[in-house]
Protein backbone atom coordinates (compact mmCIF):
# COMPACT_ATOMS: atom_id res chain seq x y z
CA UNK A 1 0.00 0.00 0.00
CA UNK A 2 3.06 2.47 -0.14
CA UNK A 3 1.92 3.94 -3.59
CA UNK A 4 -1.98 4.19 -2.65
CA UNK A 5 -3.23 7.62 -3.60
CA UNK A 6 0.49 8.62 -4.55
CA UNK A 7 0.53 10.81 -7.79
CA UNK A 8 3.51 9.40 -10.07
CA UNK A 9 4.48 10.89 -13.36
CA UNK A 10 5.70 8.49 -15.88
CA UNK A 11 6.56 9.93 -19.92
CA UNK A 12 7.08 7.22 -22.70
CA UNK A 13 4.41 6.09 -20.60
CA UNK A 14 2.24 4.66 -23.99
CA UNK A 15 3.97 1.69 -25.18
CA UNK A 16 6.51 -0.97 -23.29
CA UNK A 17 8.04 -0.55 -20.39
CA UNK A 18 6.48 2.61 -19.52
CA UNK A 19 3.31 1.31 -20.44
CA UNK A 20 3.56 -1.41 -18.12
CA UNK A 21 4.87 0.72 -15.35
CA UNK A 22 2.03 2.74 -15.55
CA UNK A 23 0.10 0.03 -15.30
CA UNK A 24 1.49 -1.49 -12.42
CA UNK A 25 1.14 1.76 -11.18
CA UNK A 26 -2.58 1.97 -11.03
CA UNK A 27 -2.95 -1.64 -9.87
CA UNK A 28 -0.66 -0.53 -6.54
CA UNK A 29 -3.34 2.55 -6.34
CA UNK A 30 -1.38 5.52 -7.25
CA UNK A 31 -2.50 8.20 -9.81
CA UNK A 32 -0.95 7.90 -12.85
CA UNK A 33 -0.22 11.39 -14.52
CA UNK A 34 1.35 10.24 -18.28
CA UNK A 35 3.12 11.53 -21.11
CA UNK A 36 3.77 10.25 -24.68
CA UNK A 37 4.41 11.57 -27.80
CA UNK A 38 2.02 9.41 -29.81
CA UNK A 39 -1.88 10.62 -28.20
CA UNK A 40 -3.28 7.51 -29.42
CA UNK A 41 -1.53 5.46 -27.47
CA UNK A 42 -1.66 8.02 -24.50
CA UNK A 43 -5.19 7.58 -24.18
CA UNK A 44 -6.12 4.78 -24.66
CA UNK A 45 -3.93 3.82 -21.59
CA UNK A 46 -5.82 6.28 -19.62
CA UNK A 47 -8.81 4.18 -20.53
CA UNK A 48 -7.40 1.15 -19.71
CA UNK A 49 -6.88 2.12 -16.25
CA UNK A 50 -10.06 3.61 -15.70
CA UNK A 51 -11.72 0.49 -16.86
CA UNK A 52 -9.76 -1.33 -14.12
CA UNK A 53 -11.01 1.09 -11.59
CA UNK A 54 -7.57 3.35 -11.88
CA UNK A 55 -6.99 6.83 -11.98
CA UNK A 56 -4.86 8.34 -14.65
CA UNK A 57 -4.35 11.38 -16.72
CA UNK A 58 -2.44 11.85 -19.72
CA UNK A 59 -0.98 14.84 -21.65
CA UNK A 60 0.81 14.67 -25.03
CA UNK A 61 4.17 15.56 -24.07
CA UNK A 62 7.15 15.95 -25.92
CA UNK A 63 10.26 15.73 -23.26
CA UNK A 64 12.97 17.49 -25.61
CA UNK A 65 10.34 20.93 -25.17
CA UNK A 66 11.27 22.18 -21.84
CA UNK A 67 7.67 23.73 -22.05
CA UNK A 68 6.40 20.30 -22.44
CA UNK A 69 7.75 19.00 -19.39
CA UNK A 70 6.34 21.86 -17.18
CA UNK A 71 3.41 21.55 -18.47
CA UNK A 72 3.15 17.79 -17.48
CA UNK A 73 4.45 18.41 -14.44
CA UNK A 74 1.88 21.21 -14.18
CA UNK A 75 -0.86 19.15 -14.75
CA UNK A 76 -0.40 16.94 -12.12
CA UNK A 77 0.11 19.13 -9.33
CA UNK A 78 -2.95 21.46 -10.48
CA UNK A 79 -5.29 18.21 -10.70
CA UNK A 80 -3.84 16.57 -7.27
CA UNK A 81 -2.34 19.17 -5.75
CA UNK A 82 0.84 17.38 -5.48
CA UNK A 83 3.99 15.20 -6.83
CA UNK A 84 4.82 12.54 -5.15
CA UNK A 85 7.11 10.12 -8.01
CA UNK A 86 8.38 9.66 -11.11
CA UNK A 87 9.51 7.68 -13.70
CA UNK A 88 11.60 9.33 -16.73
CA UNK A 89 10.85 6.49 -18.77
CA UNK A 90 10.89 8.76 -22.04
CA UNK A 91 13.75 7.55 -24.60
CA UNK A 92 14.30 6.33 -28.36
CA UNK A 93 17.57 4.68 -30.37
CA UNK A 94 18.04 4.85 -33.91
CA UNK A 95 20.49 3.00 -36.49
CA UNK A 96 23.45 1.15 -35.48
CA UNK A 97 26.55 3.09 -37.22
CA UNK A 98 30.21 3.93 -36.70
CA UNK A 99 30.43 7.30 -35.06
CA UNK A 100 31.75 8.81 -38.91
CA UNK A 101 28.83 7.44 -40.30
CA UNK A 102 26.04 8.59 -37.29
CA UNK A 103 23.15 11.06 -38.64
CA UNK A 104 23.94 14.22 -37.02
CA UNK A 105 19.88 13.99 -36.47
CA UNK A 106 20.18 10.75 -34.91
CA UNK A 107 23.01 12.40 -32.59
CA UNK A 108 20.63 15.58 -31.93
CA UNK A 109 17.57 13.84 -31.47
CA UNK A 110 18.64 11.16 -28.58
CA UNK A 111 20.50 13.36 -26.79
CA UNK A 112 17.36 15.83 -27.14
CA UNK A 113 15.00 13.10 -25.43
CA UNK A 114 17.07 10.76 -23.81
CA UNK A 115 19.41 12.96 -21.81
CA UNK A 116 18.36 16.59 -21.45
CA UNK A 117 14.68 15.60 -21.07
CA UNK A 118 15.39 13.73 -18.49
CA UNK A 119 16.77 16.62 -17.58
CA UNK A 120 14.33 19.20 -18.12
CA UNK A 121 11.78 16.61 -16.55
CA UNK A 122 13.90 16.24 -13.13
CA UNK A 123 13.99 20.60 -13.49
CA UNK A 124 10.22 20.56 -13.02
CA UNK A 125 9.57 17.11 -10.68
CA UNK A 126 11.78 18.36 -7.81
CA UNK A 127 10.54 22.02 -7.98
CA UNK A 128 6.99 20.41 -7.28
CA UNK A 129 8.43 18.10 -5.05
CA UNK A 130 10.11 20.45 -2.76
CA UNK A 131 6.73 22.35 -2.75
CA UNK A 132 5.27 18.77 -1.76
CA UNK A 133 7.71 17.58 0.87
CA UNK A 134 9.86 15.48 -0.75
CA UNK A 135 9.21 12.32 -3.69
CA UNK A 136 10.95 9.80 -5.54
CA UNK A 137 12.26 10.32 -9.01
CA UNK A 138 13.33 7.25 -11.01
CA UNK A 139 15.48 7.69 -14.54
CA UNK A 140 15.26 5.20 -17.00
CA UNK A 141 18.93 4.75 -18.28
CA UNK A 142 20.64 1.17 -19.90
CA UNK A 143 22.70 -1.25 -19.22
CA UNK A 144 24.41 0.83 -21.54
CA UNK A 145 24.44 3.57 -19.19
CA UNK A 146 27.27 1.65 -16.97
CA UNK A 147 29.04 -0.29 -20.31
CA UNK A 148 29.75 0.13 -24.16
CA UNK A 149 28.35 -1.11 -26.73
CA UNK A 150 30.05 -0.96 -30.43
CA UNK A 151 28.61 1.27 -33.05
CA UNK A 152 25.92 2.95 -30.63
CA UNK A 153 28.27 6.12 -29.70
CA UNK A 154 25.18 8.76 -29.23
CA UNK A 155 23.16 6.15 -27.67
CA UNK A 156 25.56 4.77 -24.99
CA UNK A 157 26.93 8.73 -24.17
CA UNK A 158 23.16 9.70 -23.78
CA UNK A 159 22.74 6.73 -21.16
CA UNK A 160 25.67 7.30 -19.39
CA UNK A 161 24.69 11.27 -18.89
CA UNK A 162 21.50 9.82 -17.90
CA UNK A 163 23.48 7.97 -14.80
CA UNK A 164 25.54 10.86 -13.96
CA UNK A 165 22.79 13.17 -13.66
CA UNK A 166 20.86 10.82 -11.15
CA UNK A 167 24.03 10.95 -9.47
CA UNK A 168 24.26 14.27 -8.94
CA UNK A 169 20.73 15.44 -8.58
CA UNK A 170 20.49 12.98 -5.94
CA UNK A 171 23.52 14.87 -3.95
CA UNK A 172 21.28 17.99 -4.73
CA UNK A 173 18.78 16.98 -2.86
CA UNK A 174 19.56 13.97 -0.59
CA UNK A 175 18.33 16.39 2.40
CA UNK A 176 15.74 17.86 1.16
CA UNK A 177 13.34 14.80 0.97
CA UNK A 178 14.19 13.86 -2.69
CA UNK A 179 15.41 10.23 -3.30
CA UNK A 180 16.94 10.16 -6.99
CA UNK A 181 17.91 7.00 -8.54
CA UNK A 182 18.27 4.85 -12.24
CA UNK A 183 17.37 1.74 -13.58
CA UNK A 184 19.28 0.44 -16.11
CA UNK A 185 17.70 -2.35 -18.02
CA UNK A 186 19.35 -5.19 -20.43
CA UNK A 187 16.96 -6.31 -22.82
CA UNK A 188 13.42 -5.82 -22.29
CA UNK A 189 10.83 -7.54 -24.47
CA UNK A 190 8.89 -4.27 -26.09
CA UNK A 191 8.12 -3.13 -29.06
CA UNK A 192 11.45 -1.11 -29.30
CA UNK A 193 13.40 -4.23 -29.15
CA UNK A 194 11.08 -5.96 -31.27
CA UNK A 195 11.99 -3.59 -34.06
CA UNK A 196 16.00 -3.66 -33.41
CA UNK A 197 15.75 -7.81 -33.50
CA UNK A 198 12.94 -8.39 -35.82
CA UNK A 199 11.27 -10.13 -33.32
CA UNK A 200 14.10 -12.45 -32.73
CA UNK A 201 13.97 -12.98 -28.86
CA UNK A 202 17.31 -14.53 -28.69
CA UNK A 203 19.58 -12.27 -30.95
CA UNK A 204 20.66 -10.80 -27.73
CA UNK A 205 20.15 -13.57 -25.00
CA UNK A 206 23.41 -15.42 -25.71
CA UNK A 207 25.31 -12.05 -23.92
CA UNK A 208 22.34 -12.45 -20.90
CA UNK A 209 24.38 -14.37 -18.04
CA UNK A 210 21.14 -15.87 -17.69
CA UNK A 211 20.48 -16.60 -20.91
CA UNK A 212 17.35 -14.50 -21.97
CA UNK A 213 15.96 -11.37 -22.27
CA UNK A 214 14.08 -9.32 -19.82
CA UNK A 215 10.33 -8.57 -19.56
CA UNK A 216 8.89 -4.99 -18.73
CA UNK A 217 7.43 -6.37 -15.27
CA UNK A 218 10.56 -6.97 -14.16
CA UNK A 219 11.67 -3.45 -14.68
CA UNK A 220 8.22 -2.12 -13.39
CA UNK A 221 8.65 -4.11 -10.23
CA UNK A 222 12.37 -2.43 -9.92
CA UNK A 223 10.66 0.56 -10.47
CA UNK A 224 7.95 0.97 -8.07
CA UNK A 225 10.51 -0.20 -5.14
CA UNK A 226 12.20 2.53 -6.00
CA UNK A 227 9.30 5.20 -5.85
CA UNK A 228 8.46 3.23 -2.52
CA UNK A 229 9.14 3.96 1.46
CA UNK A 230 10.70 0.84 1.42
CA UNK A 231 14.24 2.41 -0.62
CA UNK A 232 13.86 4.72 1.91
CA UNK A 233 17.64 4.76 2.09
CA UNK A 234 18.24 4.51 -1.30
CA UNK A 235 19.73 7.59 -3.63
CA UNK A 236 22.11 7.99 -6.61
CA UNK A 237 21.79 4.16 -7.51
CA UNK A 238 22.26 2.82 -10.97
CA UNK A 239 19.89 -0.45 -10.31
CA UNK A 240 21.06 -2.67 -12.99
CA UNK A 241 18.10 -5.03 -14.04
CA UNK A 242 19.72 -6.92 -16.86
CA UNK A 243 20.39 -10.72 -16.32
CA UNK A 244 23.68 -10.52 -14.71
CA UNK A 245 25.40 -7.87 -17.45
CA UNK A 246 26.68 -5.43 -15.62
CA UNK A 247 28.20 -7.97 -13.68
CA UNK A 248 30.12 -9.83 -16.94
Known sequence: MELQDKVVIVTGGGSGMGRDACLALARAGARVVLGNRRQAEGEA???AIGAAGGTALFRA?????????AALVALATDRFGRLDGA????GLQREFNDIHATPD???ADVIDINLKGILYMMKYEAAAMLASGGGSIV????IFGL????????YVAAKHGIVGATRAVALDYADRGIRVNAVCPGPIKTPSYDRVTGGDDEMYSGGVPMHRIGAPGEVSAAVL?????????VT????????GMAAA
Open 45 to 47: LVK
Open 61 to 69: TDVSKPADC
Open 87 to 90: FNNA
Open 105 to 107: EDI
Open 139 to 142: NNSS
Open 147 to 154: KAMPRLAY
Open 225 to 233: WLLSDRASY
Open 236 to 243: GVALPVDG
